[in-house]
């Protein structure tokens, strides 16, 4: 853990440097990278950085699920996006584990890194398996095509919200 020292009214004190931003509280501190060696976004200015938002999950999520964020008793919520119905389009994606009814930190662009066995070139949301990724297209009438991005490694893939078609 990075410290440094401090003028505290006269006296210098050690501080711990912070690995994330609380806002206006958090004026003067210096920051550090986390555990993956960058800075976390919650540190950048307003405008730079990853578009998030904290959403209440309305269901368990995993890292790296594709999510909706839908109207749940006039309040937003983020669930597991689904190509197997209407209604649940991705609008992006989470990259930890959220409890249901815990805040989920909901990426709109970008690379979702919490994948595995991602196959290369154009991913569609999947019918199958709800919040994650496929090569084939869905086919089933009343399924959602959906593309979503492309695979960048196994592990990883763009996400790239594409308008969903609902099939006859």
């Not at 003028?7 to 206006?24: D, M, P």
């Given at each position: 853990?990075?410290?440094?020292?401090?003028?505290?009214?006269?006296t210098?004190?050690?501080?711990?440097?912070t690995?994330?931003?609380?806002?206006?509280?958090?004026?003067?501190?210096?920051?550090?990278?986390?555990?993956?060696?960058?800075?976390d976004?919650?540190?950048?200015?307003?405008?730079?950085?990853?578009?998030?938002?904290?959403?209440?999950?309305?269901?368990?999520?995993?890292?790296?699920?594709?999510?909706?964020?839908?109207?749940?008793?006039?309040?937003?919520?983020?669930?597991?996006?689904?190509?197997?119905?209407?209604?649940?389009r991705?609008?992006g994606?989470?990259?930890s584990?959220?409890?249901?009814?815990?805040?989920?930190t909901?990426y709109?662009?970008?690379t979702?890194?919490?994948?595995?066995s991602?196959?290369?070139?154009e991913?569609?949301?999947?019918?199958?398996?709800?919040g994650?990724?496929?090569?084939?297209?869905?086919?089933?009438?009343?399924?959602?095509?959906?593309?979503?991005g492309?695979?960048?490694?196994?592990t990883?893939?763009?996400?790239?919200?594409?308008?969903?078609?609902?099939?006859?």
């Amino acid at each position: 853990m990075a410290k440094y020292l401090t003028n505290n009214g006269g006296t210098i004190t050690e501080v711990a440097a912070t690995t994330t931003s609380a806002g206006a509280a958090d004026a003067g501190k210096i920051p550090q990278f986390d555990a993956s060696g960058r800075l976390d976004s919650s540190t950048m200015p307003v405008g730079l950085g990853a578009d998030t938002q904290q959403v209440t999950a309305s269901e368990a999520l995993a890292a790296g699920d594709l999510v909706n964020i839908w109207n749940n008793a006039s309040a937003f919520a983020a669930r597991k996006a689904d190509a197997s119905t209407s209604g649940k389009r991705a609008h992006g994606f989470v990259l930890s584990t959220v409890a249901s009814g815990a805040q989920a930190t909901v990426y709109f662009e970008g690379t979702d890194t919490g994948q595995t066995s991602v196959p290369p070139g154009e991913l569609f949301l999947s019918a199958t398996t709800p919040g994650k990724v496929t090569a084939t297209a869905p086919s089933g009438s009343g399924q959602t095509v959906q593309r979503v991005g492309f695979g960048v490694s196994a592990t990883a893939f763009n996400f790239q919200a594409g308008e969903p078609i609902v099939l006859a």
